[in-house]
């Protein structure tokens, strides 16, 4: 069975730096032709993905946030990190992990429960 | 503004069918990439619902499928019931932007 679960802060300050951990189970991101991303969904609006990191630790950055993100993983620990730098009020969302298997073309198939941040002082 | 555009929404009678279009461009959908489709109820996360175009996970009923033309995909429900409202999400590659993009969103609406 796979699981996946996001964790960290639910409130942050503007201008602050945000990690997430997705910590997940049933798979290893050491296995050729899988990866783990990052999605966002602000209250009532559509998902947004935000990044992903590769077996191989290749990273995809959406482009108009690389300069605040930055990806990683730790496949001993079975944990993806995600930071998001200079936190502004418009990145309050419910963050998501999700895991992609790219040789079977399921994009996203299995994810996280999400968690809430909000951004306010 | 999303990269790929959907209706906002869509409603239908019990045991009706319906469609949701998904429109994308010549660098996601048109340059030959997949599209894949997620059902959304709401307060819950995202749940793959179609892959590869046309593919249904294990788990999900016939009752749904999907399709692809040109710039385009769709996904249709037929024998709608009570439990398919949610909000429907399409999703593929973009070769311009370097990653995967997202439609805005449907809301289906069980009337």
């Known amino acids: 069975q796979i699981t996946l679960k996001e964790s960290g802060p639910t409130l942050v300050k503007p201008t602050q730096t945000l990690t997430l951990t997705c910590t997940f189970s049933?798979?290893?991101?050491?296995?050729?032709?899988?990866?783990v991303g990052w999605i966002r969904q602000p209250p009532g609006k559509a998902l947004e993905w935000l990044a992903l990191v590769y077996w191989n630790d290749d990273k995809r950055y959406t482009p108009s946030l690389k300069s605040r993100l930055t990806i990683t993983k730790d496949t001993s620990k079975n944990q993806v990190v995600l930071t998001m730098t200079n936190m502004d009020p418009v990145d309050t969302a419910t963050y998501y992990c999700?895991?992609?298997?790219?040789?079977?073309?399921?994009?996203?198939?299995?994810w996280g429960q999400g968690t809430l941040v909000t951004v306010s002082s | 503004q999303s990269v790929l555009t959907q209706p906002p929404s869509v409603s239908g009678a019990p045991g009706q069918k319906l469609t949701i279009s998904c429109t994308g461009s010549n660098s996601n959908i048109g340059a030959r990439y997949d599209v894949q489709w997620y059902q959304q109820v709401p307060g819950t996360a995202p749940k793959l619902l179609i892959f590869g175009n046309s593919n249904r996970p294990s788990g999900v009923p016939d009752r749904f499928s999907g399709s692809k033309s040109g710039t385009s995909a769709s996904l249709a429900i037929t024998g709608l019931q009570a439990e398919d409202e949610a909000d429907y999400y399409c999703?593929?590659?973009?070769?311009?932007?370097?990653?995967?993009?997202f439609g805005g969103g449907t809301k289906l609406t069980v009337l």
């Open positions: 049933g798979f290893s991101l050491s296995t050729n032709g899988l990866g």
């Open positions: 999700a895991r992609l298997d790219f040789w079977s073309g399921r994009d996203f198939d299995c």
């Open positions: 999703q593929s590659y973009d070769s311009s932007l370097s990653g995967w993009v």
